[in-house]
């Protein structure tokens, strides 16, 4: 059976879940009002936008977003039918297929971009200083590579 936590570590344990959850909850309340995406959609769009020649095999997509393989395939055809994406065949293993973002994509991506950037910054990065973010980032990457 796992060690108990201290009050101190329950203290914060308690506020990082209840603060990251309202975080998120503001983030895809505002995003989805203004643009109509989900914050899935817009991870789904950044990451296909940053990606070389915008595509991205499937299964490296949903470790990328920390998705399971039958939840970014969801999220995929949801995008799909919304003209957001397309997904082919591999050119190099017809077995796998790609995610591809489309022009109708990244024209939503666009518009979305300045309405997430200052949510995010009035909800998040507008309360911290530099050295926090940091600290922030620091522990976050750890967490992501355990």
């Known amino acids: 059976m796992a060690e108990p936590l201290s009050e101190s570590q329950q203290q914060h344990w308690r506020t990082f879940i209840e603060g990251s959850w309202a975080l998120h909850t503001t983030l895809e309340d505002e995003l989805r009002a203004a643009t109509g995406l989900s914050m899935n959609d817009y991870h789904v769009l950044v990451a296909l936008a940053e990606a070389p020649g915008r595509r991205i095999r499937m299964g490296e ?10 939840r970014v395939t969801y999220q995929i055809s949801s995008m799909i039918k919304r003209g957001l994406v397309d997904k082919e065949s591999c050119p190099d293993d017809k077995r796998g297929f790609e995610a591809v973002l489309t022009e109708r994509g990244l024209t939503a991506l666009r518009e979305a ?31 992501r590579q355990s």
């Open 61 to 70: 997509l949903a470790n990328r977003l920390v998705l399971s393989p039958s």
């Open 113 to 143: 971009a300045p309405a997430h950037l200052e949510t995010v910054r009035r909800s998040f990065i507008d309360h911290l200083d530099d050295e926090e973010l940091a600290v922030i980032g620091r522990a976050f990457a750890k967490i």
